[in-house]
């Protein structure tokens, strides 16, 4: 694309478009095959949007299965060794830190954060607005607009901070934060946390995209046993990690 910078010894495979105004920086390989024995040469892409930072030593494979796609949208940053597999379908505004992982199939929501050393097992997928703690791991799906730590990784919370900067109003993110106690914090089933929800009367956006997230998960949404305290092995309340 258009004003695209590329900086050296960086290697880009075939099939790969790149948005407008991105950097690419030293040593990174974009576009390469896809670590995949069920990859047979097929004709696959990497689709890159606008706006976009790829640092040094990253990696971007081509998708498995002919005329598929890795798609990354516009506005994101991966940072020093990071790897993003094959067919995974990563939004906009995105950020994953240094040596950060993803498997095969994952997808990101828009704004989700993944900080350091943070993986994720493949066909993962994970919300809108998710912020990850450091050196978490998970095999299953991550809720939208939650605070994530631990392996497995466990919603500690809202992601108040991250809402407020994007400017979701008080009364959602209030509403989101009742609705994440009941659903992981309160000792209910699922079950009973929903239908506790919809006895109050919840009439909010964010939590019905929140609950839809939960329900059509095909993984699961990993839920503590309810004998752990709110304080987390780090120490760390529901309410004090933020961005």
């Known amino acids: 694309g258009a004003h695209t910078r590329i900086g050296s010894h960086v290697v880009i495979g075939e099939r790969t478009i790149t948005g407008e105004q991105c950097f690419i920086d ?16 097929e004709p696959t892409r990497v689709r890159i949007g606008d706006r976009t930072t790829t640092r040094e030593y990253t990696t971007v494979n081509r998708a498995t299965g002919e005329g598929q796609e890795t798609v990354i949208g516009s506005d994101w940053m991966l940072m020093e060794y990071v790897h993003v597999a094959h067919n995974c379908q990563i939004g906009n505004h995105v950020i994953m830190v240094n040596t950060s992982q993803i498997a095969g199939y994952v997808e990101l929501g828009d704004y989700a954060y993944m900080s350091a050393l943070t993986i994720l097992h493949q066909f993962v997928k994970v919300g809108r607005f998710a912020l990850l703690s450091g050196a978490t791991g998970s095999r299953q799906d991550l ?26 109003g008080l009364d959602s993110r209030t509403h989101l934060t009742k609705a994440v ?3 992981f914090q309160s000792g209910l089933t699922i079950e009973e946390a929903v239908s506790k929800l919809a006895a109050d009367e919840l009439a909010d956006p964010y939590v019905d995209e929140l609950l839809t997230f939960i329900k059509t998960s095909k993984r699961g949404v990993y839920r503590e046993p309810f004998n752990r305290t709110e304080r987390d092995k780090t120490g760390l309340g529901v309410d004090e990690l933020t961005v």
């Open 26 to 41: 030293s040593f990174a390989a974009v576009g390469g095959e896809p670590q995949d024995f069920s990859y047979k040469g």
């Open 181 to 183: 106690k009941l659903l």
């Open 143 to 168: 809720p939208p607009f939650t605070l994530l730590d631990g392996r497995p990784a466990a919603v500690r919370g809202v992601n108040k901070v991250g809402l407020k900067r994007r400017g979701v």
